[in-house]
């Protein structure tokens, strides 16, 4: 079970349109990723890797993905929560950090 950040409930919005990818990684951590259509079209994405026991290892949002569909934007956002759940030194887990594009 995963214990959310307050990212991804300040994000959460049930009632627009969006598109999951949930994987559990060979060491146990879970990735998240979720893309949908902002009210006026915008693509935005969710992005939370978890450790094992359901921590929060990162989480963060972006309101804009400009140019890209979901599916586009489901892709890159699932390579992204690999590169840092591996720890890519570049892009090294940190808890509720937020972006934008």
Known sequence: ???????????????????????????????????????????????GVYAPSGTVLHEEAFNSRPGESMTRALAWGVGRARRLAYGNPATKPRSAAVSGR
């Open 1 to 47: 079970m995963r214990n959310r950040g307050q990212l991804f409930w300040d994000w959460a919005d049930l009632s627009l349109h969006h598109r999951t990818h949930d994987e559990i990684l060979d060491d146990g951590t879970q990735i998240d990723v979720q893309v949908r259509l902002s009210r006026t079209g915008s693509t935005q994405m969710f992005i």
